[in-house]
C-alpha cells in the first residue's frame, strides 16, 4: 500500500472546521474581559468588587425585610390600641376581651420594650436623614 503525506494532513486540518467564527472563544464577551483582567493582574480586584456588590445586596434586601417589618409590628400595634380604646369607651356589654388579656394589652403598650426597639433603629436612621 502506498504512503500518502496528503491524506494524513487532510484530517489534522479538518479538526475545527465546525466551529464558525462568531461562536469562537476569541468573540466571547466575558473571555475577553477575563483574558484582560489576567493581563492586568486585576482578578483579586475584580473580585473584591464583586464579593462587595454581593454583600451591599443582601444588606438591602435585610433592611428591605426589616422595614417591612416594623410596618406590619406597627399597624399590628395601631390595631391593638384601637381595641384598647374601643374596650375603654364602649359599654361592659359590648366589650369582647376579659380583665386579663386588657391587662396583656396595657404592659404590652407601656412597657419600655418596644420603645427602645423602636429608638434603637429608628435612631440612626433619623440620624442619617439630618446629615
Same mark, same amino acid.
Given at each position: 500500500?502506498?504512503?500518502?503525506?496528503?491524506?494524513?494532513?487532510?484530517?489534522?486540518?479538518?479538526?475545527?472546521?465546525?466551529?464558525?467564527?462568531?461562536?469562537?472563544?476569541?468573540?466571547?464577551?466575558?473571555?475577553?474581559?477575563?483574558?484582560?483582567?489576567?493581563?492586568?493582574?486585576?482578578?483579586?480586584?475584580?473580585? %473584591?468588587?464583586?464579593?462587595? =456588590? /454581593?454583600?451591599?445586596?443582601?444588606?438591602?434586601?435585610?433592611?428591605? +425585610?426589616? *422595614?417591612?417589618?416594623?410596618?406590619?409590628?406597627?399597624?399590628?400595634?395601631?390595631?391593638?390600641?384601637?381595641?384598647?380604646?374601643?374596650?375603654?369607651?364602649?359599654?361592659?356589654?359590648?366589650?369582647?376581651?376579659?380583665?386579663? %388579656?386588657?391587662?396583656?394589652? =396595657? /404592659?404590652?403598650?407601656?412597657?419600655?420594650?418596644?420603645?427602645?426597639? +423602636?429608638? *434603637?433603629?429608628?435612631?440612626?436612621?433619623?440620624?442619617?436623614?439630618?446629615?
Amino acid at each position: 500500500m502506498p504512503h500518502n503525506t496528503k491524506n494524513e494532513a487532510l484530517p489534522l486540518s479538518v479538526i475545527g472546521a465546525d466551529i464558525s467564527v462568531s461562536s469562537s472563544p476569541s468573540n466571547d464577551q466575558q473571555a475577553l474581559k477575563e483574558a484582560q483582567a489576567f493581563d492586568n493582574d486585576d482578578l483579586e480586584a475584580q473580585s %473584591r468588587k464583586a464579593n462587595h =456588590d /454581593r454583600t451591599e445586596e443582601l444588606k438591602k434586601v435585610v433592611h428591605w +425585610l426589616f *422595614k417591612w417589618g416594623v410596618r406590619t409590628a406597627g399597624l399590628a400595634l395601631i390595631m391593638v390600641f384601637i381595641v384598647r380604646v374601643a374596650h375603654f369607651i364602649l359599654p361592659e356589654s359590648c366589650t369582647w376581651l376579659s380583665t386579663d %388579656r386588657i391587662n396583656d394589652i =396595657d /404592659r404590652l403598650m407601656f412597657s419600655g420594650a418596644l420603645g427602645g426597639l +423602636l429608638a *434603637k433603629y429608628l435612631g440612626p436612621v433619623m440620624d442619617n436623614g439630618k446629615k
